[in-house]
């Protein structure tokens, strides 16, 4: 195994002892453990930066399903290591805010951190895994741990609903997806990543081409939460806040967006892949920002914050994939391309402040019980290291200076007016939907900071007495909000060792013609576009603040009440009915009904393979002649089970039963398979004790259903299986069509060191048969054991 | 439910040891001879069930305190670990290995991976029959 691999699989290994060290050391809180592993996974992942010309690129792979050409290929370049060190390095401030967050006494730590564990080491799986289906399954467990998260204090309903909620969206996506990348291994014959954008050229023609792009596109933005399917993302908050901070801002809805800049040099120069990315993250981040002035929760604010964020960084990774064009002038391209720098730099930004502003909302939430704006004001005085952190974390979310956000800002609103300069159309629409929507952006960011911090305090007082957060919980946001203001002083830290490369990643095609990016971020470039944009952004947003009140009256008038969430649970409800309906129609409860299912599948099935596979070759010349005492025992046999056939009452029943059992085991005795025999005669003496001891359940033996056509059923179904049955015993002792294997088990005792071949069989040649038959047999009676324990109590509920 | 019956209930007395036994000769013998892990588990259970029938299931319960589903999760264990064990000896999932060794009295005598895993569906074999049984019987 290659170290990157078992950095991967770290996590996973960690989660494992994550339970003892709970239950063996409760007086230390489990996250002062766990908190080792993004620390040693950072300092790992930081080696490698930066990772700057191809030489560099890190390739490993291990074998996992050989035979059907799955395996671990790890590709670390610089838009993966982007993605690691977020995820590892936002995972130590928040693991580390969760230490004072989470309480050690009262919550349910150890499934906290083994889902969390869970989650950092999928998400590290599903960024640097090359092998398509690699990285679909890493994608589908990150969903996994995230519905397990969200539904942390499953005592809430809302949790489950939540967690429900995103997993139904986000697996739907991820499903589609799945089909999108099977399309795409159809047209280019391989799993891989690497080897499908070798292959982008000639992909274009191929009839699956333009289905795979759609259904990546779908799992992409059921992941990153776009429009219309952001509505999982604000339910998600019902997770504790440090979980909201990492999967639900920093890095889990922003696999969609990688998924979607890792495959723009396959699809990056079709107009459908951009402009559906443009316009889906346009109509994003517009309804997002919309949205989120409505708010009075304040979590929920940041949520739908969040989905405009994400569509903001989606809208610009579209315009950038457009340089691809095959037809485009090379001075367009270059200047199409700066829109790609701006959606990565947009992203570390965004992952940054959006962690910052989460922890403080988390602090208000834990310390005074409430995160209500309705309920809260004038916090400023009694808190006033969050206030700092709240303004640091809002002001770069609404593009001020001097915090990151301003640079990443500027830099959106030059793709989108360089995308209006590049192309025809309507392109007039790109800047100013980026405008109104950064104008509401600065609008909840004021509502955010200036109705919780200033303002007088309410007259319906918050649970607890306002007090300032323990010094703990202060640290990750600190950190964050230092790294907001060095971003702006000093962008070009990342310009040049992984932006540039990254962008190389994403574009390719533009970068070789370029000969690379030159990224420069500065803070001023003289008196521009951008400039007074943000400019009418501050005044008109402040004008909108002050008269907020006309805004609510607007928001107001918009007929809300959710209705996209109402689609989401009316389908619900309506799919539950419908399969409802369709279970009732044949689980009807009657064991009579389930076993003529059972033995018509039987006939089916059985019968069906006979004649398909040809096998109904009868031969008796060869058979050795039928002596008395077989005849005898065969009599006995059809004796009983006639006898059973009419017995009056049960017990005689059970009893003519068994008697065929012995019989038969009888047969094996003559034919020389003691092995059978015995297991035969232990098997029918426990069953008839079994039989003997559920006797006192059993209801009377009732007249049978008298009806004509349902008497006809069963006569049919009977003497189907038995025709069948004997047709199998009759095809086996015909000349076999096919060469016995029986040969290669007569060696047992050299192969296995046994002389019995029966007992070598199951322990040996095929023990993980034995293996998985011990394990099912060992599931049913545990589920014989809850139906008559726990099924009885159920039954005094109902 | 209590019924007593001196003859069956003393006959019982012997017959069960002589049922344990055989089911142990048939577990450890069951590499060369008929036998096995699953057959002394049956043979083993049907003993146990005897018991049963002669006294009560609270008397049994009482006699053999073994909790009967951990035994058997136990028994699946084994198996596993039988198995993983030759993945650690860099064989594939429960590839099985004998020797022959010399002890002293006995002769030579075989050694073989098979009877560990073996003893491993012996328990729960017995398990399982015996989770079921008393579930029933138990049931009021």
């Known amino acids: 195994m290659s170290p990157i691999i078992l950095a991967v699989f770290f996590p996973f290994a960690f989660a494992l002892i994550v339970p003892i060290l709970f239950k063996v050391l409760r007086r230390i809180h489990t996250g002062w453990f766990v908190l080792a592993v993004p620390i040693l996974l950072f300092g790992y992942f930081i080696r490698f930066y930066p990772i700057d010309g191809p030489e560099d690129i890190v390739v490993q792979s291990a074998a996992w399903i050989p035979r059907l050409d799955i395996e671990f290929a790890i590709v670390l370049d610089s838009l993966s290591l982007l993605f690691a060190l977020l995820i590892t390095g936002m995972g130590c401030l928040v693991v580390l805010y969760s230490i004072f967050y989470l309480s050690k006494e009262r919550e349910a730590l150890h499934n906290f951190y083994v889902y969390l564990l869970l989650f950092m080491g999928s998400m590290l799986g599903a960024v640097l895994s090359d092998h398509m289906l690699a990285l679909y399954t890493f994608w589908e467990l990150t969903s996994i741990s995230s519905f397990l998260l969200i539904a942390y204090w499953y005592q809430r309903r809302n949790s489950r609903y939540g967690a429900l909620k995103s997993l139904l969206i986000t697996m739907t996506g991820g499903f589609a997806m799945l089909l999108g990348m099977l399309m795409l291994r159809a047209a280019t014959g391989t799993y891989s990543i690497r080897e499908t954008i070798a292959l982008a050229d000639t992909l274009g023609e191929h009839p699956l081409f333009l289905p795979a792009m759609a259904l990546i596109l779908l799992g992409a933005f059921a992941k990153s939460a776009q429009f219309p399917f952001h509505i999982w993302l604000p339910d998600a908050m019902e997770a504790p806040t440090p979980i909201s901070a990492y999967l639900h801002s920093a890095t889990m809805v922003k696999a969609g967006i990688y998924l979607v800049a890792r495959l723009t040099p396959i699809f990056g120069g079709h107009p459908e892949w951009s402009w559906s990315i443009v316009i889906v993250g346009l109509l994003t981040l517009l309804w997002g920002s919309f949205t989120a002035i409505r708010q009075v929760d304040l979590k929920a604010m940041l949520a739908f914050s969040t989905v405009s964020q994400l569509g903001l960084i989606m809208s610009l990774l579209g315009i950038g994939s457009m340089a691809l064009t095959p037809d485009m002038a090379h001075g367009q391209a270059v200047l199409l391309s700066g829109a790609v720098a701006a959606a990565l730099f947009h992203l570390v930004n965004h992952s940054i402040f959006k962690g910052c502003l989460f922890m403080v909302i988390g602090i208000l939430d834990h310390e005074l019980g409430t995160r209500d704006i309705r309920r809260l004001g004038g916090l400023a005085a009694v808190m006033p290291v969050s206030f700092t952190l709240a303004v640091i974390g809002a002001f770069s979310m609404a593009g001020l200076p001097p915090f990151g956000g301003f640079l990443s800002k500027e830099m959106f609103f030059t793709g989108m007016l360089d995308a209006y300069r590049t192309l025809e159309g309507w392109t007039m629409l790109l800047p100013a939907v980026a405008w109104l929507a950064s104008v509401l952006t600065f609008v909840y960011c004021m509502i955010l900071v200036f109705r919780v911090f200033t303002g007088p305090k309410p007259e319906e007082l918050p649970d607890k007495p306002p007090h300032e957060a323990p010094i703990g919980m202060l640290i990750s946001p600190s950190v964050l909000a230092a790294a907001v203001v060095l971003l702006f002083f000093a962008p070009n830290i990342l310009s040049g060792t992984i932006l540039e490369p990254s962008m190389r990643a994403i574009l390719p095609q533009t970068a070789e013609a370029a000969d690379g990016f030159h990224v420069h971020i500065a803070p001023w470039h003289g008196f521009t576009a951008e400039v007074g944009m943000t400019a009418g952004v501050v005044l008109i947003g402040a004008y909108l603040y002050r008269r907020r009140r006309w805004l609510e009256r607007v928001r107001d008038f918009v007929?809300?009440?959710?209705?996209?969430?109402?689609?989401?649970?009316?389908?619900?409800?309506?799919?539950?009915?419908?399969?409802?309906?369709?279970?009732?129609?044949?689980?009807?409860?009657?064991?009579?009904?389930?076993?003529?299912?059972?033995?018509?599948?039987?006939?089916?099935?059985?019968?069906?393979?006979?004649?398909?596979?040809?096998?109904?070759?009868?031969?008796?010349?060869?058979?050795?002649?039928?002596?008395?005492?077989?005849?005898?025992?065969?009599?006995?046999?059809?004796?009983?089970?006639?006898?059973?056939?009419?017995?009056?009452?049960?017990?005689?029943?059970?009893?003519?039963?068994?008697?065929?059992?012995?019989?038969?085991?009888?047969?094996?005795?003559?034919?020389?398979?003691?092995?059978?025999?015995?297991?035969?005669?232990?098997?029918?003496?426990?069953?008839?004790?079994?039989?003997?001891?559920?006797?006192?359940?059993?209801?009377?033996?009732?007249?049978?259903?008298?009806?004509?056509?349902?008497?006809?059923?069963?006569?049919?179904?009977?003497?189907?299986?038995?025709?069948?049955?004997?047709?199998?015993?009759?095809?086996?002792?015909?000349?076999?069509?096919?060469?016995?294997?029986?040969?290669?088990?007569?060696?047992?005792?050299?192969?296995?060191?046994?002389?019995?071949?029966?007992?070598?069989?199951?322990?040996?040649?095929?023990?993980?048969?034995?293996?998985?038959?011990?394990?099912?047999?060992?599931?049913?009676?545990?589920?014989?054991?809850?139906?008559?324990?726990?099924g009885r109590e159920g039954r005094k509920d109902g | 439910m209590r019924f007593t019956d001196v003859i069956l209930q003393t006959a019982t007395k012997v017959i069960v040891f002589i049922i344990l036994t055989f089911a142990l000769q048939m577990l450890f013998s069951g590499h060369h001879n008929p036998g096995g892990g699953f057959v002394g588990g049956l043979v083993t259970a049907s003993a146990i069930i005897l018991l049963m029938l002669a006294y009560d299931s609270r008397t049994v319960r009482d006699v053999l305190p073994v909790h009967f589903r951990r035994l058997g999760a136990f028994g699946i264990l084994i198996a596993v670990l039988t198995g993983c064990s030759a993945m650690l000896a860099g064989s594939p999932f429960l590839d099985q290995v004998f020797s022959h060794a010399e002890l002293p009295l006995v002769g030579e005598v075989e050694l073989a991976s098979a009877i560990l895993f073996d003893i491993g569906v012996f328990f729960t074999v017995i398990g399982t029959t015996m989770t079921i049984i008393s579930a029933i019987s138990e049931d009021e």
């Not at chain 1, 029918?684 to 033996?701: H, Q, R």
Request: glycine share 8%; hydrophobic share 55%; charged share 15%.
């Open chain 1, 559 to 790: 007929p809300w009440r959710w209705t996209l969430n109402r689609l989401f649970d009316w389908t619900l409800a309506g799919m539950e009915r419908i399969s409802l309906k369709f279970t009732r129609f044949y689980m009807t409860g009657f064991t009579g009904h389930y076993f003529a299912y059972i033995f018509g599948f039987l006939i089916l099935l059985a019968g069906g393979a006979l004649i398909a596979l040809q096998a109904l070759r009868f031969d008796f010349s060869d058979l050795s002649p039928i002596l008395p005492y077989e005849y005898a025992l065969g009599g006995s046999v059809v004796a009983s089970a006639v006898y059973m056939l009419f017995a009056r009452s049960r017990i005689a029943s059970i009893i003519a039963l068994s008697a065929i059992g012995f019989l038969v085991a009888l047969f094996f005795i003559i034919f020389r398979a003691p092995d059978l025999a015995l297991t035969q005669f232990v098997v029918e003496t426990i069953s008839t004790a079994l039989f003997l001891l559920c006797f006192v359940f059993w209801p009377k033996l009732k007249e049978e259903d008298g009806r004509l056509p349902f008497r006809v059923t069963r006569l049919l179904i009977s003497v189907g299986v038995g025709a069948v049955m004997t047709l199998i015993g009759l095809a086996a002792i015909a000349p076999r069509p096919f060469e016995s294997i029986a040969r290669f088990f007569e060696n047992s005792y050299e192969l296995a060191g046994a002389r019995n071949i029966v007992n070598a069989i199951l322990v040996d040649f095929r023990g993980f048969d034995t293996m998985l038959e011990i394990v099912v047999l060992f599931m049913a009676g545990l589920g014989v054991y809850s139906l008559i324990r726990f």
